[in-house]
Structures are given as structure tokens and as C-alpha cells.
């Protein structure tokens, strides 16, 4: 039987914890560049063009980061079929637009937890998010204030959820990966509770890291080499302590509960099944994702995982989503077959990759204006009057 205590054994579990990092989508960017001149502006001014879509913001990030960075940020597990199905399930679906409704005055605004937001466009957990620009987290929390949107920090994040909400003033939420050492998993949960995070997201679809065959061996260097930190674990994760539990179950909600004050919001359920149990363990919340398509190469894109999750719930819980989301149109759709909110990723990474806080704030504007004009033209004044009459095809 190895020794768990042995030289040899924490060197195997510290390669492992690399390669989870390395190769997981916590990382979403790998730039060719050093972090210390990391998106400074290098990029010609005439580039600074009139970004009609996110799909703009992605072309002059992969300019900015360089073709491995882009690669990976947008690559997936396999083949990447799901990260495609995710986008390309949206097309499936039809907008049932209504006629002479007054829509003078539209209202983005949602209740969530307690919480009055001002739109239900959610900034997704994304760790490592120094690897687009030199402000990392602190930039996209400062654009999340600035343009009112919710951000989810990553546990794995550069900066640590108590110096993004002092830098940026922003309240946030904060995502979870219990490790297998529950002392640490506590100590994450209480300084989550100290930055002023009233939300727990809890991630559930990571037993093991999925097949990405792209990237991860800039980062993964970068991160032995300590070039970047993991600013929430900085003085509590042992040494060959890996962010990840194989051996995790549903009890984990009582667990976190009894250790914590904040809503426990599970990240990754897709089937009516768990969101039953989700309702039968105590859940608040649910965000149906399939990791961006970073994990499991299902096929089944998260919007049509969504009608299920809706059914089963009955409307007990918010249920949010992300995976896919490039146009308000896809905000709409989703919102029609039941989301509370949804959450983005790849398109606020893409704006912080190519101009820092303003690209956030680019790709936030956006979406939000897109999504408004569209509720203008489907004869929607409120959030709440998408309804699933909008829409067919699911």
C-alpha cells in the first residue's frame, strides 16, 4: 500500500493537481506572452474598431492573446462537438414575435436570492483570468459594477474574492471546488463569507477533468514556475492537495449549509433526475452546464437540457443556465423556456482578452442592448413576459 504521507506521494498528487489546472476549463487562456507585459496595449489603434458583436471582441482577442491562447479559450473536450452544439442549438429554435404591444419603457430587471438585479446577464466563474489581461478579475469585477451585472468568481481565480471585492466594490458570488481536505473547503467558504458573498456556486460536473486535448502545457509551466497564483488557496492548500473530490455526493449540500451562510447553488446539472434531487437535498439554486462543453463530450447542448431541468423544478427554485450564449436572441430563447438568468463566459473572456475593462463593459453593452432591442421587437416590456409561447422547436 503507498504511503499518503511519502515524498513520493505528494509529488504524484501536486503533477496531478497540474494537470487538473492545466488542462481544465478553469483556465480558459493560454497566452504565448509573460504576465508582466500581458495586454498592455499592444495592438494598433485603428484596431479599435466599432465592435458590432461579441464575434468582434473574439477576433481582435485572438489577435491580442495569439492563435494558442484563442485555441484553447475556445476549444473543448474531444473533438469539441459539444462546445459547437452548445452554440449551434440555439439556431434550432423560433421566435414567436407579438404585435402592438406597448414597449416604450422596457424592464431587464430580476430577483434572484433576495437580490434585485439589474439585468439576467451573469458573468460565469472563470479562474486564471490574469492569463487575459494584466487586471485579470479585478478588470472584470470593476465592468460588472460599472455596467450592473452579477460575477461569479472562481475558486481558483488569480486574485482572491476578498481583494477583487475590496479593488472593485462589487457583491459577488463565489464558486466552489471542495477538495478532498474539508479544512480547506471551510477555510475557502469563510473567506468567500468575508468578501461579503451572500451565494454559493458549487460545481458538480468535475469528478475528474475531461479529455482536452488542446492547451494546458503553457499554464501548466506557468503555474510550476509560479508565475501566477491561486489567490484564494494562498496559505491554506497543503502541499499535493488537488481541487477536486471524485468521491463527492449529495450530502455535500448539508455539509456546506452547516458551514456556511450563503445560498448553495449547484453548477452542472442537465437531467430532470438531479434537478429532483437537487429540490430533495435542499438546493437554492441549480445552473444547468455542461462546462462550456469542457468535460464530457455529450452532444446535448445545455439549451436543450433546459426544458427538463424547468419541468421537473416547477419553478421551486431559480434555475439559471449558461453554454452558447453569443446574441440576445439566445438570451431571449433561453429565458422563454424557463431560465431565471443566464451566464456567460467566452464573450466577456474575449473582451478581456482584447481591451482589459473596457472590453468587458463592451461585451456586457452588447448583449444587454441586443437583448432589449429584441424584447422591443418580440413585443416583450419585461423579463418576465418571456414566456415559452415565444418560442418553438423545443
Given amino acids: 500500500m503507498n504511503n499518503l504521507n511519502s515524498p513520493l506521494h505528494a509529488d504524484i498528487q501536486r503533477r496531478k493537481f497540474l494537470e487538473w489546472v492545466g488542462l481544465s476549463g478553469l483556465a480558459l487562456a493560454v497566452p504565448m506572452i509573460s504576465l508582466s507585459g500581458c495586454h498592455s496595449g499592444r495592438f494598433h489603434e485603428d484596431e479599435k474598431q466599432e465592435f458590432k458583436n ?42 414567436r414575435a407579438r404585435r402592438l404591444i406597448d414597449v416604450s419603457n422596457i424592464s431587464t430587471k430580476v ?51 476578498n481583494e477583487i471585492a475590496d479593488q472593485s466594490q462589487a457583491d459577488l458570488w463565489f464558486q466552489l471546488y471542495p ?5 480547506v473547503t471551510k477555510k475557502l467558504l469563510e473567506r468567500a463569507e468575508k468578501a461579503g458573498c451572500k451565494v454559493c456556486v458549487l460545481t458538480v460536473d468535475t469528478p475528474v477533468i475531461g479529455n482536452r486535448e488542446r492547451g494546458g502545457t503553457t499554464l501548466t509551466k506557468l503555474i510550476n514556475s509560479k508565475e501566477l497564483k491561486m489567490g484564494n488557496y494562498e496559505g491554506i492548500l497543503p502541499e499535493g492537495t488537488g481541487i477536486d473530490d471524485p468521491g463527492l455526493t449529495w450530502e455535500i449540500i ?9 445560498k448553495i447553488v449547484l453548477k452542472g446539472i442537465v437531467t430532470r433526475e438531479d434537478a ?15 462546462h462550456g462543453g469542457r468535460q464530457l463530450e455529450s452532444l446535448r447542448s445545455t439549451i436543450e437540457c433546459l426544458p427538463e431541468v424547468v419541468d421537473e423544478i416547477k419553478g421551486r427554485i431559480p434555475v439559471l443556465i449558461d453554454g452558447g450564449i453569443r446574441r440576445g436572441t439566445d438570451i431571449f430563447k433561453a429565458l422563454a423556456l424557463g ?8 464573450p466577456f473572456c474575449w473582451g478581456l482578452g482584447a481591451l482589459g475593462q ?8 452588447i448583449l444587454k442592448g441586443e437583448l432589449v432591442r429584441d424584447m422591443q421587437i418580440a413585443g416583450t416590456p419585461t423579463i418576465q413576459k418571456i414566456t415559452r409561447d415565444f418560442v418553438i422547436g423545443l
Fill in 54 to 95: 461579441v464575434f468582434d471582441l473574439e477576433g481582435l482577442s485572438g489577435k491580442v492573446m495569439g492563435k494558442d491562447a484563442i485555441d484553447y479559450l475556445n476549444g473543448g473536450a474531444d473533438d469539441s462537438k459539444t462546445v459547437k452544439a452548445n452554440v449551434e442549438a440555439y439556431q434550432k429554435i423560433q421566435i
Fill in 111 to 161: 430577483e434572484l436570492f433576495g437580490k434585485v438585479l439589474d439585468n439576467p446577464i451573469i458573468l460565469s466563474p472563470v479562474g486564471f483570468q490574469k492569463f487575459f489581461h494584466q487586471d485579470g478579475e479585478v478588470a472584470t469585477a470593476k465592468a460588472s459594477v460599472k455596467k450592473k451585472h452579477q460575477m461569479i468568481v472562481s475558486s481558483v481565480s488569480n486574485y482572491s474574492v
Fill in 179 to 183: 477538495t478532498t481536505d474539508r479544512e
Fill in 254 to 262: 448539508d455539509w456546506l449549509k452547516a458551514n456556511c451562510d450563503m
Fill in 276 to 290: 429532483a434531487l437537487s429540490i430533495q437535498y435542499g438546493a437554492d439554486g441549480i445552473i444547468v452546464s455542461n
Fill in 339 to 346: 431560465a431565471n438568468a443566464v451566464c456567460i463566459g467566452r
Fill in 358 to 365: 473596457e472590453g468587458v463593459e463592451i461585451a456586457l453593452d
